[in-house]
């Protein structure tokens, strides 16, 4: 500011009802209008067609976006962490001018230095948000929606430098002044972060969070309001503008999402990648029709196409791809060449092949020219499954590559940020000799409690809820008792952060977000998105890169 056991009985009998309930076509309740997430054939077909196209929520049948029935629920005892947890949730809200507007990062009065841990995160505040849109307690998302709304309109200046329009600030701060009874809102854009870099994720997070909204409450009518409109219009321009770059993809620098310190991601990072495929997607049926709304659905509805080609053929990995680039020849030109980024085989590290295993596969880190990062990053693979980027079959091998690789990945303490941690001298070269990520520590391999949510949500989604299961077992474990550190150091996660602060409102939120979702699936419609057929690639890509 990162074998499975045998199952017994209940759990089985557990699973084969949740498995039923996602198959379930979804209930008839009356909503005011409703959002029909169509196909990017029909809107690149007819954008005429798209003048009546304005509901948010899913036809009938939708998996991931059924409503359940109270009776109908699975029962599950409430664990005693989840009042504990509540509590700690509710004593991290901060309020400007009498209202809630969002949670600070940590609460932690036991640490020395507060540094921005007081301030409000865009994208930590997400797991909160939905928090308490799954409590029935949508007013703070609406609130924050409308206060970070109001500071992308700022003029944003680092040094004589000014950001673009559409830029999201990565946090905010609320000064109260008892004497003169006032608040006051500092918000950073990343002139005050470490690396002075801005976050490119906060702009996604926020569309993402605005969709959550209109799903959890039906109230299309924020979503409709100018300035919304306006806000997701300029996030749009900026990441949608032409230049020299020959990918559908987003060039970033170090530090600009969740891993803000230099972690050797600069480039095309999968999570950039993944939450730019989940916000174009989220903002698509949200967009008014007008005559410029029609201009951004046209460029979206062609930069998904090219987005999910790119990221589907040249990310993906497994055992017969790795196979393929470690036989690939290089110094190939023209259009036929087969190792289109000049990747040198022996550039693949050792580990890969241990690690990868027969069955299964996953994103990797980063594609361009001479490189490819192999390392897992657990937040782009998982929404990727959540956005529908990665196709059911990519999906399900995802899910495999997890349970296959559970010790590594998940261990004592889910989950695994990145894998594997870099040390020695590569250590020092990519990050710059950064104390915080040393190996299996921080962003450098360290497991961080608040990916649980991401995690189950996607297990629900590919119908795997054991997997969720296993793991909030594990994080109930330890989480409360060791006072819900931010991140766990380690090979397995056993260890306390060595500068993890304590109550970090997004370990606890995401634990509590976990916990209803698996309670209640229906949640699951707020953070996922049905599979677009018009997206599937021509030929299975997992086979071969030759086009």
Partial sequence: MDGPKEASSSVEIDDLSLSRLLNKPKLNIERQRSFDERSLSELSIN???????????????YRSGFDTPSTARNSFEPHPMVAEAWDSLRRSLVHFRGQPVGTIAANDHGSEEILNYDQVFVRDFVPSALAFSMNGEPEIVKNFLLKTLHLQGWEKKIDRFTLGEGVMPASFKVLHDPGRKTDTLIADFGESAIGRVAPVDSGFWWIILLRAYAKSTGDLSLAETHECQKGMRLILALCLSEG??????LLCADGCSMIDRRMGIYGYPIEIQALFFMALRCALPMLKHDAEGKEFVERIVKRLHALSYHMRSYFWLDFQQLNDIYRYKTEEYSHTAVNKFNVIPDSIPDWVFDFMPTRGGYFIGNVSPARMDFRWFALGNLVAILSSLATPEQSMAIMDLIEERW???VGEMPLKITYP?????EWRIVTGCDPKNTRWSYHNGGSWPVLLWL?????????????ARRAIELAENRLLKDGWPEYYDGKLGRYIGKQARKFQTWSI????????MLEDPSHLGMVSLEEDKAMKPLIKRSNSWTC
């Fill in 421 to 425: 941690a870099i040390e020695n001298h």
């Fill in 407 to 409: 010790e590594e990945l």
């Fill in 509 to 516: 939120a995401g634990y509590l977000v976990a916990k209803m």
């Fill in 455 to 467: 995690l189950t949500a996607a297990c629900i989604e590919t119908g795997r809820p054991q997997i």
């Fill in 47 to 61: 954008v005429r067609a798209l003048e009546g196209y304005d509901s948010i929520y899913s036809p009938a049948g």
């Fill in 244 to 249: 020299f770059d020959t990918f559908p993809t």
